[in-house]
Nanobody, 115 residues
């Protein structure tokens, strides 16, 4: 069982920035594809970004000019840097770890963009 703990969420004004972190308990962290998803109130959980074990990344088109995903395998941590935030980015952000059939989710961290 991999434990994922997200942090870094909170309330931010439009145009602001946040960096989310997701720390994993797994010593084999480097082999996992790590991803970020988000779920706005009343909506489904949507893919935001992922980084593979080889370091390849992809970010959903709607935020790719503002969000960046990165990982630090030495710290078993994946990050999501979010810039130029808008109210439409308000959601619970979830971290996900994938390795074959092994899929794990974090508990989520709330991001609220509001003036």
């Amino acid at each position: 069982q991999v434990q994922l703990v997200e942090s870094g969420g909170g309330l931010v004004q439009p145009g602001g920035s946040l960096r989310l972190s997701c720390a994993a308990s797994e010593s084999m962290f480097s082999v996992y594809t790590m991803g970020w998803y988000r779920q706005a109130p009343g909506k489904q959980r949507d893919f935001v970004a992922r980084t593979t074990s080889s370091g390849r990344t992809n970010v959903v088109d709607s935020v790719k000019d503002r969000f960046t995903i990165s990982r630090d395998n030495a710290k078993n941590t994946v990050y999501l840097q979010m810039n130029s935030l808008t109210p439409e980015d308000t959601a619970v952000y979830y971290c996900r770890a994938d390795w074959g059939v092994r899929i794990f989710w974090g508990q989520g961290t709330q991001v609220t963009v509001s003036s």
